[in-house]
DNA sequence: TTGACATATATCAAGTCGATACGTATATAC
DNA sequence: GTATATACGTATCGACTTGATATATGTCAA
């Protein structure tokens, strides 16, 4: 119900096609909400205009593709409020990458290396786009979320920068003199 | 193949029974990989066994429930060292509060203090389980893990702590003058 | 003019999620 | 004593998500 309440949630503040809400997920404020993909937009943007929730109109513009433009009904509105006025379930936080540093004792310290640099450069990444778009919108409720999420992905990224020496060394004195697992 | 990976990483610490796995799925040093269910965990190691990387023993004690008890195999350990060093995918971090904040000024004021007041409690009890956790541990690349997670949770805490107010605000100010949506 | 990239809709196989079914054992409450 | 809840344990199901791919058109640069 997720992908859901994203679509209504994007709709709720402007018109888009499933392309749009697409490439939306993931992006700005939306950072951490969903980062859904085509195979969960399309079908539930079916269901919710099927449930009356979302009205469409086909465009068919001469020598452009056509476009399925999206809005939200008033019904719509009210059913987006009502249904986030639950209780929201807990965050889900996946990371791979502290799989790796898990067992970083049994893994290639270059390996190790490589993956912190990625990860340090992709947190650098997605904080540098977050500011930018926090600091040119005026929402207070955009803002605080967005700051939230900049709170949260700096003290990431200090984190990494100020222990990684700690676990190349835990890699490196591994390989050194290799252990047997278990 | 995340739960693959997972399913991996448990069994190369020890034996266990999928209901172990299970339980083992977001807590301590796993607390930030995965959350995988029943629903996952069974088909994964059926194939795992198929595929030869674990293999299971069937303990039919005398009044307990039957047990199958899973062990890595040589060929799983090496697959799972193997499969752990390509770079990791990035992080998936899904917040449906979040999605509440940034849509505080149309929900009550009651119900965002609510939502707040869960968040904080939901955080609090998850960083008391993973300092205890951690405190109890020796190994150095669990510890890095695990003080990794216990970094931002802490920040989340903090900034849910120090700004919360400000979020109440703005549910406060917009139900005493309602506006019109977009 | 070929190839890369952006716009745009849509589907598919494989996997995941959350609930539920089924069954035994043990402890707690009435 | 006998319900009632909780823990252990295996397993499946429908609905949904994921990530890749198919299909087209348009644009821009080498």
Redesign the pocket.
């Known amino acids: 119900?997720?992908?859901?309440k994203?679509c209504l949630a994007v709709l709720f503040c402007h018109d888009a096609?499933?392309?749009?809400?697409?490439?939306i997920a993931g992006e700005g404020r939306f950072a951490f909400i969903?980062?859904?993909?085509?195979?969960?937009?399309?079908?539930?943007?079916?269901?919710l205009e099927s449930e009356g929730l979302v009205t469409v109109s086909?465009?068919f513009?001469?020598?452009?593709?056509?476009?399925?433009?999206?809005s939200i009904t008033n019904i719509g509105k009210e059913a987006f409020v009502n249904e986030l006025m639950e209780l929201p379930?807990h965050d889900?936080f996946?990371s791979p990458f502290l799989l790796v540093s898990l067992f970083a004792q049994y893994l290639d310290a270059d390996f190790i290396a490589r993956a912190i640099d990625a990860r340090e450069a992709y947190l650098r990444d997605k904080l540098s786009e977050l500011r930018a778009q926090a600091t040119e919108c005026c929402n207070p409720a955009s803002q605080w979320t967005m700051e939230y999420g900049i709170t949260t992905l700096t003290a990431s990224l200090e984190y990494l920068q100020k222990h990684r020496s700690r676990l190349e060394e835990i890699a490196r004195e591994a390989s050194s003199q290799p252990q047997a697992a278990e």
């Open positions: 119900m997720s992908t859901r994203f096609t499933g392309y749009e809400i697409r490439r969903t980062e859904a993909g085509y195979g969960s937009i399309y079908p539930c943007l079916s269901k086909e465009e513009a001469p020598s452009k593709p056509p476009k399925k433009i999206y379930a889900t996946r």
